[in-house]
């Protein structure tokens, strides 16, 4: 049985074709500047690639390329999307509305569509890409949903709550939501079945990369996650300030003359590492810096960028240890979580309070690796592992088991 897994965004269509008898990817690919140039990008597992500048005015145009690639005799893996059982979509935004994945009707549309005002480049672009699913495979094809939010929603009041008045969650959903917990629930699934057990596990999940988030992972149910009613707050990240004082948004605003608009466009895309090194928001640029020493100008900020998402992430592990009385393991994930090694080793250091030690040779060496990896050493009472996150087998997973119903 194979599943398409897809995921739709303002401007590109990411797409994985699963074998789910072995969970083995059969081919991968991106449709890119969907509504301007357009381009795909195409890879089979046999090694075989395909890249075109192709015209791509909507959704629908790019999943047509995408058909088109599947099936192609010199670079497709199937003769047909007849073979292809069913869709898989990821979503951004489910709200409180979704605390589960689910099969796709017109209802479900129309939730997800009304659900935008919370997540407006992500939301709309999803129902665009479920509708040219539809346009391309019919409506008799089944498609499931998996939502960002969905495994958040086990978070007790006391997390998810701000502290505005109440009636402004009820007239406007004002809420701490989290985000990438698709990645989250992947990765502390793994963790859980390394320890053995689900119930009595205490578990923080470090998702790090361009857009980051921490989680507390208790008895399998995520109790507290630092993204909010936006992926904006919580840790610095590639171009996100995260956590700042909101007094700090009406000062630059009245400072600059921002509009709401500008104001929420600057702190999403020009602030984190981007904001503080002046010179770029991904942290492997920012890492050559570093390595460069002193002697490179841009050494001081690049460093000071880095440092101040150990201090977040540090700040975060230590609050939710207190949160849930202790930790079994700590997970690190994500493009930064997964290959930066010198981050890792930050965070991890000067944290024996918390029993946590970290092996620094082979933390050194875990970089680029498919395989799950434990850096702690074996005298270190919290263990501490390197899981690489595969968020479209989860949605490849959730729809299987939603069609099979």
């Excluded at 978070?155 to 009820?170: G, L």
């Excluded at 992947?186 to 859980?192: A, D, I, K, P």
């Excluded at 849930?324 to 024996?352: L, S």
């Amino acid at each position: 049985m194979k599943i398409l897994v897809v995921n739709a965004g303002s401007s590109s269509l990411k797409y994985q074709l699963i074998d789910m008898e072995n969970e083995n990817v059969l081919a991968k690919g991106l449709c890119e500047r969907i509504g301007d140039t357009g381009a795909i990008t195409h890879k089979t597992a046999d090694g075989r690639k395909y890249e075109a500048d192709i015209p791509m005015p909507t959704h629908t145009d790019a999943f047509n390329c995408l058909v088109e690639a599947l099936t192609s005799e010199e670079y497709g893996v199937i003769k047909s999307m007849k073979e292809i059982s069913a869709v898989g979509h990821r979503i951004v935004q489910g709200g409180a509305i979704f605390d589960r994945s689910v099969l796709v009707d017109e209802k479900v549309i129309e939730d997800i569509y009304n659900l935008a005002e919370l997540a407006p480049l992500h939301n709309k672009a999803h129902v665009q890409g479920i509708r040219a699913c539809i346009e391309c495979l019919g409506k008799d094809a089944p498609q499931v949903v998996v939502f960002d939010t969905a495994f958040h929603q086990t978070m007790p009041a006391k997390s998810f709550m701000y502290a505005i008045p109440y009636e402004m969650y009820e007239k406007y959903k004002i809420r701490r939501y989290g985000f990438h917990g698709t990645s989250h629930r992947y990765v502390s699934g793994v963790m859980t079945d390394i320890l053995g057990k689900v119930e009595g596990t205490k578990i923080i999940t470090c998702h790090l990369g361009n857009g980051s988030s921490i989680s507390a992972v208790k008895d399998g149910k995520v109790i507290d996650t630092t993204m909010g009613f936006t992926p904006l707050a919580g840790v610095e990240m590639g171009t996100r300030c995260g956590d700042i004082d909101p007094a700090v948004v009406t000062y630059i605003m009245d400072k600059e003359g921002f509009t709401p608009d500008e104001m929420s466009n600057f702190m999403n895309k020009k602030c984190g590492f981007l904001g503080v090194s002046g010179f770029s928001s991904d942290g492997r640029d920012l890492e050559e810096a570093i390595a460069n020493g002193p002697s490179d100008p841009r050494y001081e900020r690049a460093k000071l960028a880095v440092d101040i998402l150990i201090q977040d992430v540090k700040k975060y592990i230590g609050s939710f240890v207190a949160e849930m009385n202790g930790v079994d393991a700590i997970v690190f994930t994500a493009g930064i979580g997964e290959n930066n090694t010198h981050i890792r080793g930050e965070v991890c250091a000067e944290m024996e309070c918390f029993g946590i030690e970290l092996d620094k040779e082979l933390n050194e060496k875990t970089l680029c690796q498919s395989d799950v990896v434990k850096i702690s050493t074996e005298n270190s009472k919290v263990d501490v592992y390197v899981i690489p996150t595969n968020e479209e087998l989860v949605i490849a997973r959730d729809t299987l088991a939603l069609i099979n119903q």
